[in-house]
C-alpha cells in the first residue's frame, strides 16, 4: 500500500503505542483483503432498531475508510457505556471508538470519571474478544511451561519473538515465574517478515523449548518445513492489538504488560 502524508499520518494515528519494555513490531505493512464486515453479533443490541443501527454504522465506517484507502476489516461493533460512542475491533489494527454517525473515529483511551479509581471504558470490551481468541488455541500448538509441581494457579499467554531481547529477559525469569504457579504458554508472533523463517523452524522442531533457547542465544536453528501456525499466531497477535514482544495476557484476555519481572507478573495477576 503507497500512502501519501496524510494517509499515513491517519495510519499511523490507528496504531496503538508502544510500551518501553517491548521490542517493537519492525515490519508494520500488512497485506490486507479487501474491506468487509462482519455482523456484530455482540448480544448486546436488544431491539431490532439497535442492530439495524449497528449496521448502518458498519456500512458507513466501510465507506469511509475505502475512500481514505485503509483496508482494514472490521471484526465487531460494540456499544460503549458513552452516549453514541461505540467500539470497533479492526483486523490487523488496535480497537479504536466510532460516533454513531460513523463520520468520526477516536483513537486511544476513553476514561470513565466519578470512582476513586479511573476506569478504562474499552479495557473490558477488548478483554471479551481477546478470550475468545485465546480460549481458540490448542496447547500443542504452544510451547508450554507448566508451572512448578503441575499444578497451576495462574496461566499467562506471552506473545514472543526469539529475536527480541526483552523476550530473552523474561525468557531467563522462566524458572522463577514456573515457580511462583505460573504457566506460561508462547504464542509465536516474529516482529517482521524476516523474523518469520525463524520462528516457523523453531515451531516445527522436534524440540520447541530447545530451539527457542538455541535462537535466543542468536543461533541458527534449522528444522524441515512443516505446517505450523505461526502466520496464524501473529495475525491473531495483530487483531488483539499487540504491537511488540513480549506481550503478556491473562486467561481473561486481559493485557498485563510488556516485560514484566517475575514480582510484577504475580502482582498483577493476583490484583
Keep these: 500500500m503507497v500512502f501519501t502524508r496524510s494517509k499515513l ?50 456500512s458507513t465506517l466501510e465507506k469511509h475508510l475505502k475512500t481514505a484507502n485503509i483496508n482494514a476489516k472490521i471484526i465487531a461493533v460494540k456499544k460503549t457505556e458513552v452516549p453514541n460512542l461505540f ?32 476506569q478504562n471504558v474499552s479495557e473490558a470490551l477488548q478483554a471479551t474478544e481477546n478470550k475468545k481468541h485465546l480460549a481458540a488455541l490448542k496447547t500443542e500448538d504452544l510451547i508450554v511451561y507448566p508451572a512448578e509441581g503441575g499444578k497451576a494457579k495462574h496461566v499467562i499467554y506471552v506473545f514472543t519473538d526469539s529475536s527480541c531481547p526483552y523476550c530473552h529477559k523474561l525468557h531467563e525469569h522462566l524458572p522463577e515465574i514456573n515457580a511462583k504457579g505460573i504457566e506460561v504458554r508462547y504464542i509465536a508472533w516474529p516482529r ?33 518445513e512443516c505446517k505450523n501456525p505461526v502466520r496464524d499466531q501473529y495475525q491473531l497477535g495483530l487483531n488483539m492489538g499487540v504491537n511488540g514482544t513480549p506481550a503478556i495476557y491473562n486467561v481473561d484476555g486481559e493485557y498485563l504488560g510488556g516485560y514484566m519481572t517475575p514480582e510484577e507478573i504475580i502482582k498483577r495477576l493476583e490484583k
Excluded at 483483503?33 to 449496521?55: H, I
Design 9 to 58: 499520518a491517519l495510519a499511523c494515528a490507528l496504531a496503538s503505542t508502544l510500551l518501553v519494555s517491548a521490542c517493537s513490531k519492525e515490519n508494520s505493512a500488512q497485506k490486507q483483503d479487501a474491506l468487509t464486515a462482519t455482523a456484530p453479533a455482540t448480544g448486546e443490541a436488544s431491539t431490532l432498531s439497535e442492530r439495524n443501527a449497528q449496521q448502518r454504522l458498519v
Design 87 to 118: 467500539w470497533v475491533s479492526l483486523e490487523g489494527m488496535g480497537s479504536v471508538y466510532a460516533t454513531s454517525d460513523g463520520q468520526y473515529i477516536i483513537q486511544g483511551d476513553v476514561i470513565r470519571l466519578g470512582d476513586k479509581q479511573l
Design 192 to 224: 517482521g517478515e524476516q523474523f518469520m523463517p525463524t520462528m516457523q523452524a523453531i515451531w516445527c522442531s522436534e524440540d520447541r523449548k530447545a530451539a527457542f533457547d538455541q535462537a535466543s542465544q542468536g543461533l541458527p536453528v534449522t528444522a524441515a
